[in-house]
């Protein structure tokens, strides 16, 4: 069901909806439970070193965001690069300490894609976040709102 759901980039039972300071983010329309699949964290697999090149590159646009996820898997590090407006929701879940998402890397046709998952049963109408993870003192200070 997982592989389906990714593979078919269907998203159904979600909506976008704005947040004061925070911008776009994800609202579930249906109840979901603890374990089950939400949504991927969709983009382009790239290599960590491409990577750090279009983050600079980003970072010297004023209008351009940076939605960009590193993560290891199987020893090697990578990066969704889900800048690039794709009308995919996952890159819009916005950040939380406490978060009701959890990611993990899943593997189909040999390549890892990011999967969310609930952390806890998850009632309609609520924001889905997730721990974005990043606590270095330039992050913090270039986004105050990852230490809520």
């Known amino acids: 069901m997982i592989e389906e759901a990714i593979l078919s980039g269907k998203e159904d039972g979600f909506e976008v909806k704005e947040f004061p300071d925070k911008g776009r983010g994800v609202v579930t329309c249906k109840a979901l439970k603890r374990?089950?699949?939400?949504?991927?964290?969709y983009g382009e697999l790239i290599d960590y070193e491409e990577a750090l090149r279009r983050e600079t590159i980003y970072s010297m646009k004023e209008n351009t965001g940076c939605y960009m996820y590193y993560f290891k898997?199987?020893?090697?590090?990578?990066?969704?690069?889900?800048?690039?407006?794709?009308?995919?929701?996952?890159?819009?879940?916005?950040?939380?300490?406490?978060?009701?998402?959890?990611?993990?890397?899943?593997?189909?046709?040999?390549?890892?894609?990011?999967?969310?998952?609930?952390?806890?049963?998850?009632?309609?109408?609520?924001?889905?976040?997730?721990?974005?993870?990043?606590?270095?003192?330039?992050?913090?200070?270039?986004?105050?709102?990852?230490?809520?």
């Open 35 to 41: 374990g089950e699949f939400v949504l991927e964290y």
């Open 73 to 148: 898997s199987l020893d090697k590090r990578y990066c969704i690069d889900a800048t690039k407006e794709s009308g995919r929701l996952g890159r819009l879940i916005n950040h939380s300490k406490k978060g009701n998402l959890k990611t993990q890397s899943i593997y189909l046709k040999e390549n890892p894609h990011l999967a969310f998952f609930a952390c806890r049963d998850i009632e309609p109408g609520e924001e889905l976040c997730y721990d974005y993870g990043d606590r270095s003192k330039q992050a913090l200070k270039s986004h105050p709102w990852l230490a809520l």
